[in-house]
T-cell receptor, first 113, second 112 residues
Framework: DQQVKQNSPSLSVQEGRISILNCDYT??????FLWYKKYPAEGPTFLIS?????DKNEDGRFTVFLNKSAKHLSLHIVPSQPGDSAVYFC????????????FGGGTRLMVKP | SQTIHQWPATLVQPVGSPLSLECTVE??????LYWYRQAAGRGLQLLFY??????ISSEVPQNLSASRPQDRQFILSSKKLLLSDSGFYLC???????????FGSGTRLTVV
């Protein structure tokens, strides 16, 4: 049973436009959510996170939105740049489970110049 | 500062051969350590995690095993590799205090 799902395996966006990556989860007990970015042949790197007590967190061009009632989070990248092309993983954790992260399947973002 | 080292970067092994991938962390003590695998076109699958020396939890029955002989050393092994073991293996660490993971650079394993 996949507790964290990224239903779009890929997304193509024009440079300068907004990229919106979506993630859904099933476990209402998750209390911390993260986004990771992964380039080919490299390990994922942390991008941005949000606690379940918030509904928005912004860091430069990156904003994560959390809708707890819908069990949905999204990552917005504005403006998108070609260097943003990568695979993006969302992850969720349970504070009382040693902060074990459960990852989604990833979305490949391609930003066209 | 904390760093994580994972090697080798790439590995081609024949079916039935043994495997040993090593991961070490520097600059921290008693980290939680993790082994993940990313199969082609798939997401990140947790294979093993460890909260201390000699403590290993397996998430998925595998042809693989893990060991933690020292506080900051995590080893992924197999006695006999299968074709299905091919993939991108990632080691990660965390302090388990609400922070995220820091990943190593990964090992691309191809079983032929």
């Amino acid at each position: 049973d996949q507790q964290v799902k990224q239903n779009s395996p890929s997304l193509s966006v024009q440079e300068g436009r907004i990229s919106i990556l979506n993630c859904d989860y099933t476990n209402s007990m998750f209390d911390y959510f993260l986004w990771y970015k992964k380039y080919p042949a490299e390990g994922p790197t942390f991008l941005i996170s949000i606690s379940s007590i918030k509904d928005k967190n912004e860091d430069g061009r990156f904003t994560v939105f959390l809708n707890k009632s819908a069990k949905h989070l999204s990552l917005h990248i504005v403006p998108s740049q070609p260097g943003d092309s990568a695979v993006y993983f969302c992850a969720a954790s349970l504070n009382n489970a040693g902060n074990m992260l459960t990852f989604g399947g990833g979305t490949r973002l391609m930003v066209k110049p | 500062s904390q760093t994580i080292h994972q090697w080798p970067a790439t590995l081609v092994q024949p079916v039935g051969s043994p495997l040993s991938l090593e991961c070490t962390v520097e600059g921290t003590s008693n980290p939680n350590l993790y082994w993940y695998r990313q199969a082609a076109g798939r997401g990140l699958q947790l294979l093993f995690y460890s909260v201390g020396i000699g403590q290993i939890s397996s998430e998925v029955p595998q042809n693989l095993s893990a060991s933690r002989p020292q506080d900051r050393q995590f080893i992924l092994s197999s006695k006999k590799l299968l074709l299905s073991d091919s993939g991108f293996y990632l080691c990660a660490w965390s302090l388990g205090q609400g922070d995220g993971y820091t990943f190593g650079s990964g090992t691309r394993l191809t079983v032929v």
